[in-house]
């Protein structure tokens, strides 16, 4: 069985759990398992299916039981446990994954387990510590990275993790004369591998994790249940795992935990913007400014330094920095920067090209000077910097590894002239990493869980085979409906953060929800931008019914707010209600007559409510306004045309049709021609709107596009049988005929 094959199976096995079909689900776990040829499986398939029969027949005599549910839901998580097991076991030879090529390298070491590994791990960490030149020596470091990394590949993709396994992973995740970055490493590998397969085992250890003294280590275990959350929400959990989770929700300082590691993971999706912005504005604006201030210094002669000192002063510089907006745009990327934005992920994406990014566990390893892949600075004159890399805020352990390795593979002339550069700004960098070190415990925290997403939102998006893994940032990381992150449902000031996250990073069907929620809770919280920004979530979400509902809510506690009027109106004209949705944008226009997107809104609209007259006269304004924009120039021509205003709607057409017209402009020409009796006009129209080489399938168009405006033409006097022949008239009009003569 391939792997298209086995996937199928194991979704249609894991259907039937989820839906509770136990006695189906079992037969199909049967015939996966001899299929794949996995039949030492099928002992345990007969053992679970033996529980699940003996418990349904307690039940058919009668019995009442109240731990039913348990074992029933227990009875049907093992079976999807045997299942994932089955199917990683059937791919595992074939599969061309990363995963799959480790675990099929670790099977050829059969006697190297989790326990073996942390003996040999521990015993290389003991002989170092005795050895005072091995921080020196990055020969002698490579050897424990590449037992760390043997490490970290067991972690993930062992599965399930056996009582063995999860007591050596514990105490080495525990200890603490193990060296923070390689634990906070491990539980990265602990729930990487949770999201191939899930494991209660996992789970369990991550929740310890959570509870270690070390904030890195529980902010990263913390992180990893969070994502691991999200990827199987639709999953019921076991009752252990629930547990245990359970358990962390009574902890001091769990809520906070929890929302800074919320908004850093909601905050990431505001990354792509940002990168773009960076790329398509931000960048070329500054490229440009960097030309004009060199034109500036090309009159400056290079041994005038006064010259140079005045220049600064010179008001041009402000006209440089003001113009096309490069000044408010740098203050927007920087206050986003204050305010914990990835803003540095255009900058440093390229720079994963060498050997150290080759290596899955070093894109979850936290920075540390000595590592073995920074020998070239960090056993030389580089080490002063190696060292002040450590303690800035602002880049995380991936993007530091980044520049330093760049740094590192670039030729020593080069090399050094940098961190000459560098290590003369080394006390202004030194007294800026003092001075954010002095937040308190709280922000740390907050910047740990800052530093570590952005860490792994690198991973899901830079790695070379970032499409074999499970991203949590691909559609949106939502946690609307999880009950792991209930606690932040609960009180207004974390329903408030959530649905700004969500509306700003355009999770409409969250936002809609929170702020629903967020006005709920009290009359103090239902304040009018709530109301606004809850109706706009549900018209993103295409729920209007829900839309006009807090519009209306909002309008009664400011009736005349013109935004909320507008989107009300823009509600009841897509749900097919125009008239109201017209009368609303009447009054609007009274206010605001000037305002042309609302005096387009509202032409549209009236002239869908049937109110001709009103909407030519809107129209005529904004055309005025706009000094004859075609914008308005298009409906004003069918609103008179509708308005019977024939020879006002042929010299608006006669304009459009000089201009740029398109093929609706000879379409709706042609109706008026034939209004106006003009019918050879009106052929010659309607067969230039067919295009230079009309087609059956151009003509079938047209035929569509005249029974849809068939009314409009009965109501201009047109016949029902005229529109037929005409319709046929155009049809002759672009076909060869057999009579010898032209149609026209």
Known sequence: MNSDASLKSLGKISSLL????????????????????QTSRLPEIASLEQRYFFMLRFMAQGHADPGMDAESRDILFRGRMLADMIYRDAVADDNSGLYYSVLRFRRLRPDETLASLAVDYLTELSSLGLDSGALLDSGRREGIERLSRDIFNAVWTE???????????ENLISDPQIPLHDRENWISALWLGLLNFYDPARVELLAKAYMLPDKRLSIAALTGLSVACFRFRKRRLDDKSEQALATLADLPGWKSDLSAVVTELMRSLDTERITRKMKEDILPGMMRMSSQVMEKLKDVPSESPADIEALAENPEWDDIIHKDGMFDKLKEMNELQMEGADVFMSTFANMRSFRFFNDIANWFLPYTPVHSSLAALSEGEGALLCDTFAGIPFLCDSDKYAVLCAM????????????SRISSQYQAISDHIAEVSKSDNDDSRRQIA??????????????????EFFDPFAKGFSIRGIRFFDALTDDAASLEMLAEFSFKTGLYDDAAEFYSALASIGREHASVPVLQKAGFSYEKTGDMDSAERMYRHAMDLAPDNAWTLRRLASVLRHGGRQDEAAEIYTCLVEADGENLELLYAASLTLI???????????????NYLEDGSRRSLRPLAWALFLDGQYDEAAAAYAKLLAGSPNSN?????GHLMLALGRTRDAIMSYKTSLGESPDAEAIGKFEVAMDADSKFLHDAGVKTGDVARIIDAVAYSVRPNDFGVPFL
């Open 665 to 669: 402009d000879y379409l709706n020409n």
């Open 408 to 419: 590192a593979e670039t030729p020593g002339a080069m090399r050094n002239q940098a961190m």
């Open 608 to 622: 869908e409510a049937g109110d001709y007259a009103m909407a030519v006269s809107f129209l005529q304004r904004m």
């Open 159 to 169: 599965f399930p993790l056996t009582e063995d396994d999860s007591e050596a992973l």
């Open 450 to 467: 800052n530093n570590y997403v952005k860490n792994i939102y690198r991973f899901f998006k830079l790695f070379r085979r970032k499409g």
């Open 18 to 37: 989820n839906s509770g079909k136990g006695a189906d689900a079992f037969a199909e776990l049967r015939t996966f398992a001899s299929f794949t040829s």
